[in-house]
């Protein structure tokens, strides 16, 4: 049995280094979300440039592509905010979630 190979790090510089992953609905998760997120994501599709970033970190797959605009599935988004922190655009807002 070989050991594996550790390689150098290369950042990302489009969207097609990106490894290819399943690309499912979100609702493949086992609960929905237990209702105590604070925050929730909200995209501005007018700013978004659909370069897929948000999509690729979000930890629980909630972010939705559809006809070229993104989405999040907001029964199992826990509202974690990786994917506003990492958009390069800023389109994604976290709000407060009202009771």
Do not use: S
């Not at 970033?53 to 988004?77: A, E, M, S």
């Amino acid at each position: 049995m070989e050991r594996p190979v550790k390689r150098d790090f290369k950042r990302p510089t489009h969207i097609n280094d990106y490894p290819v992953g399943p690309q499912y609905e979100a609702g493949f998760l086992a609960e929905t979300n237990a209702g105590w997120r604070t925050y929730r994501p909200v995209v501005d599709n007018e700013k978004c440039i659909f370069c897929l970033i948000c999509y690729t970190v979000c930890p629980d797959g909630t972010i939705l592509k559809k006809d070229g605009k993104i989405g999040v599935d907001y029964d199992y988004c826990k509202g974690c905010g990786v994917c506003a922190h990492e958009c390069p655009k800023d389109a994604i807002a976290m709000v407060k979630e009202e009771l």
